[in-house]
C-alpha cells in the first residue's frame, strides 16, 4: 500500500478560458500535459520563492 504522505493532492482551479488555452499551448509546446504543464510551473515558482527567501535571509545576517 502506498504511503498517503506520497499521494498527489487533488486540487480544483478555475482558469480563464484565454489563460488556459495560453497554458495549453504552452503545455504542448514542452511536451506535457495541460496539468503537468500547471504542476512544473507551480514547482518552479515554489524554487524561486525559496531562492528568494534564502537570499534575504543571507542580506539581513
Known amino acids: 500500500m502506498e504511503n498517503k504522505d506520497n499521494e ?6 478555475r482558469l ?3 489563460l488556459y488555452a ?3 499551448a504552452w ?3 514542452d511536451f506535457r500535459s495541460v496539468n503537468g504543464q500547471i504542476e ?3 514547482t518552479e515558482c515554489v524554487k524561486k ?6 537570499k534575504k535571509d ?3 545576517d
Open 8 to 13: 498527489k493532492k487533488q486540487v480544483p482551479l
Open 16 to 18: 480563464s478560458p484565454k
Open 22 to 24: 495560453e497554458i495549453a
Open 27 to 29: 503545455a504542448e509546446d
Open 40 to 42: 512544473f510551473l507551480l
Open 49 to 54: 520563492r525559496k531562492k528568494s527567501a534564502s
Open 58 to 60: 543571507e542580506e539581513t
